[in-house]
């Protein structure tokens, strides 16, 4: 399930409502800044998906962040790391979109196939 916010507490709630047993932060960056006035509101409030989960609960985060990662360390969790680079426990590599189709490699091994289909609700 995404959860989109334009607000500081939106997460917290849609949180609250889904339960959910693991999450995934995705990146920040100025684009965010509407309705929520800085970035730091915009860290704070994708953190409230962080401060719902359970100690033990999978969080992902982009390895690159480094802000959203020592606000996770401050909080006392740990992420799994996923980017490109050398550095993330999960490094995405040979990545290849064609006719809706996403394949890539995940740390050298194997080739994951993702086929993407929209769907419009009225």
Known sequence: ?????????????LAE???PSGGILTPIGPAH??????????????LELADSLGKED?????????????????RGRQAIT???SEGSEYRIMDVKAEGGEVSFMLNGK?????????????
């Open 1 to 13: 399930m995404e959860m989109g916010a334009s607000h500081p507490g939106e997460i917290r709630t």
């Open 17 to 19: 409502i889904a339960m």
């Open 33 to 46: 800044l509407e309705g929520f006035g800085s970035l730091e509101n915009v860290y704070n409030s994708k």
């Open 58 to 74: 999978p969080l992902v985060v982009l390895e690159s962040d480094a802000c959203l990662l020592e606000k996770i360390r401050q």
């Open 82 to 84: 996923v980017g490109y």
């Open 110 to 122: 194997g080739v994951f196939l993702f086929r993407v289909k929209l769907v419009f609700l009225r």
